[in-house]
């Protein structure tokens, strides 16, 4: 499936998200277009099938951590995001 997705994000999943972005990389990048992305007042974030494909690389290559976990909601909702 290609195309454009909105995720529903939890209070803490959003506010995770939104930390501030520190240094350059691609995972930061990322990071910084979904910030973008992202409407505070549905909570919901924008994301694209190339960030899709990020996250889930990035999730497979890198495991959890500091930076994986801020895309937890996201990462949650890849099950329906890649039927």
Same mark, same amino acid.
């Given at each position: 499936? &290609? %195309?454009? +997705? =909105?995720?529903e994000l @939890?209070? %803490?999943e959003a506010e995770a998200l939104m930390r501030r972005v520190s240094g350059q990389g691609g995972f930061q990048s990322l990071? &910084? @277009?979904l910030q973008a992305g992202f409407d =505070?007042? @549905?909570s919901t974030v924008t994301v694209t099938q190339e960030q899709i494909e990020k996250i889930n &690389?990035?999730?497979q290559q890198y495991g959890a %951590? %500091? +930076?994986e976990d801020r895309l937890d909601g996201i990462r949650r909702n890849l099950p329906r995001l890649l039927r």
């Amino acid at each position: 499936m &290609r %195309g454009i +997705f =909105k995720v529903e994000l @939890s209070p %803490g999943e959003a506010e995770a998200l939104m930390r501030r972005v520190s240094g350059q990389g691609g995972f930061q990048s990322l990071l &910084r @277009s979904l910030q973008a992305g992202f409407d =505070k007042a @549905s909570s919901t974030v924008t994301v694209t099938q190339e960030q899709i494909e990020k996250i889930n &690389r990035y999730s497979q290559q890198y495991g959890a %951590g %500091g +930076f994986e976990d801020r895309l937890d909601g996201i990462r949650r909702n890849l099950p329906r995001l890649l039927r």
